[in-house]
DNA sequence: CTGGCTTTGTGAACGTGTGCACGAGTGCCT
DNA sequence: AGGCACTCGTGCACACGTTCACAAAGCCAG
């Protein structure tokens, strides 16, 4: 056994898995379980056993062969490996319909991401209070990210000022960005965006709803092959 | 059966991107862009060209060599292949934070996804009018399914009732769920759920964030393996 | 201590997704 | 009309992700 193996470079599907198995892993934690095979956490989690176990490998060998994996010890070292070993304080950019519902939020908090601050462009939002934070104009930016030590900015603007909340986000020193509008935004390689857009859920269940219907559709009695287009 | 049907079965990468492509072009129109070729919308929509390419093949060859794709044309047949030719209504369910911002935020019933009613189990909370949508009990959610021909249910719970919210929503007859709460739902396999987790993307970023400022700290004691009998 | 049972960790096969490179059409210009 | 510049559509090779299958490793009973 080398002391300390390669154990960088961790896909990125198990990246994206390994936080599912860490709030899994704590819920059984609190409801007293203290040894889990990858079956039992496949199950929980969803997917397949093997995956479970090629993932958690990534780690290093932090199983017991014929037992299972400690949960408490697994739980540390996913921590470790996502980095929450610490808190993260988060920006948020967009005091409208869903910055205020990010803000109100608690959950953020709880999971090791605080809400730092948020701001907004447009003044006759400044001042008001969210789930406890004050809304500051976008200006203030660059003094909050420093002052908070701020490594992550959630844009929360219409389409219209992603951009130029991203723009003023990286300017700032925000280095990972997680962006609810609807635009594909143009940054810097080295900051790291990811993209949550509703619609595009939406669109891709519209997909398989349309592909279900897609012999009979209710709502064309009568009509039989494809439709007419005109 | 129509042979045209024979070349359904499109990838999920590329049922994904449809929607980005689909919005890029629709912004396109409105500029009065008629005409765009695969690099320029791979440039927009930050894709490869030939994935663009490769992606809108799936639909057909619709696009004309040595001049691009006609903007409208193309607008119509993704439209047609995601299903938007006629509106989806949705039903949220849970009238918190979250589903009070979704229900305030125009942008679904824009992009031809309706909310055709949100309930809540909380009788305090039935009666109040969210984005011009009265909140109803959750009683009343098969009522609601069925009247409005509702296929798309979103879940806006607390972690702990989501459960029970797909297992009404799928009672009620829905067949696809967008599922915002942090657990991974049981459902028969027929329905179609895709979740948005928040804490999953912040812990995703904070990976990457901790890698970064992993190679300069590395300052871990005797990280090689666990003790040997706990 | 030995044998049998359980479960991990991983090599290998398989499937999906990506990107290059180039043939095949298409329109424009001379 | 013919050549040329341009761009699509796609075969192919490679990268990535998933799943199977099994040897290695640990625990327990007797």
């Not at 990246?15 to 199950?43: C, M, N, T």
Request: proline content about 5%; charged content about 20%.
């Amino acid at each position: 056994m080398a002391p300390d193996r390669n154990r960088r470079r961790i896909p990125d599907a198990t990246v994206s898995r390994l936080p599912v198995y860490l709030r899994i892993l704590g819920e059984q934690a609190d409801l007293g379980v203290d040894s889990i095979s990858s079956e039992g956490l496949a199950e929980l989690a969803g997917v397949n056993a093997a995956k479970v176990r090629k993932d958690l490998s990534y780690l290093g060998s932090y199983g017991t062969r014929g037992v299972g994996y400690d949960v408490g010890y697994l739980v540390y070292q996913i921590r470790r490996e996502l980095g929450l070993t610490h808190d993260w304080p988060v920006v948020i950019v967009g005091a409208g319909n869903l910055g205020q519902a990010l803000a109100g939020y608690g959950g953020f908090g709880e999971r090791g991401f605080p809400v730092a601050g948020i701001v907004d462009i447009d003044e006759s939002k400044v001042g008001s209070v969210l789930g406890g934070t004050r809304v500051r104009h976008i200006d203030e930016l660059p003094q909050l990210v420093q002052t908070k030590r701020v490594n992550i900015g959630v844009i929360a603007t219409p389409a219209v000022a992603a951009q130029d909340a991203a723009d003023r986000l990286v300017k700032a020193g925000v280095t990972s960005i997680l962006n609810f509008a609807p635009v594909v935004l143009s940054v810097p390689r080295a900051i790291e965006v990811r993209k949550v857009d509703l619609a595009v859920e939406l669109q891709i269940l519209s997909y398989h709803e349309q592909r279900k219907a897609g012999g009979a559709i209710h709502a064309v009695p009568g009509a039989n092959g494809r439709p007419v287009s005109a």
